[in-house]
Each structure stands twice: as C-alpha cells, then as structure tokens.
C-alpha cells in the first residue's frame, strides 16, 4: 500500500514560514520523483516545486522561486517543502505526490496523492 501523508501546515502572517512534511510508506521512495502542489478555493491545481530521485533535480514554479526550497530525505522516506515569506495569494491546500519514469513535463504523471495541508497565510 503507497500512502504519501502531508503535515506542518497552518496559519501565519504575511512574511512568515511554514515548513511542510511529506512522509511516504510502501515504496521504494527514493525512486521517485516527488512534488508539490497547491489549490485554492475555486482555483485549478498549482505545480509548486519537484525533486528529483537523488535530491539533485529541483524544480520550482517562478511564483515561489527564491521564496520556497524542496528537500528530501530518502533515509526517512520524506520530503519537505521550507516556505518563506508567504504571502497571502499563498493560500491553498498543499498537496504532496509521487511518480515514476520519464515524463514530458515535470508537472504530470504524478501516480500517488496525499490528502493535504491547509496553508493560511493572512495579511
């Protein structure tokens, strides 16, 4: 069974941090890519930011690039995601996911979902 379980969301002010957590069970994890995403109330899906198997590919959409560092540690079959000053347009559920192989885009072929993590973020 392939479970991906998301923590350390929350709510913080304009200009804080959050550091999000993804532990997976019943992989190999360090075979996979694993990224994250996010979605706001009445808003489509968001590609966030992806790591690669050896933790060498990152991957960050320009919307969070410099403020957001993806990490993982294939020891603890986890990933994080260290978010920086947030802004409110920041707000959504964030979701972790997994996938195997090749695909065209680093965006798509995500196989394994988590449920989410509320990430607030106020003015």
């Known amino acids: 069974q392939v479970q991906l379980v998301e923590s350390g969301g929350g709510l913080t002010q304009a200009g804080g941090s959050l550091r999000l957590s993804c532990a997976a069970s019943g992989l190999t994890f360090r075979s996979y890519t694993v990224g994250w995403f996010r979605q706001a109330p009445d808003k489509e899906r968001q590609f966030v930011a992806a790591i690669g198997w050896g933790g060498g590919r990152i991957f960050d959409a320009d919307s969070v690039k410099g403020r957001f560092t993806i990490s993982r540690d294939n020891a603890k079959n986890t990933v994080y995601l260290q978010m920086s000053s947030l802004k409110p347009e920041d707000t959504a559920v964030y979701y972790c996911?997994?996938?195997?192989?090749?695909?065209?885009?680093?965006?798509?072929?995500?196989?394994?979902w988590g449920q989410g993590t509320q990430v607030t973020v106020s003015s």
């Open positions: 996911a997994a996938r195997r192989g090749l695909h065209s885009s680093i965006t798509t072929g995500y196989e394994y």
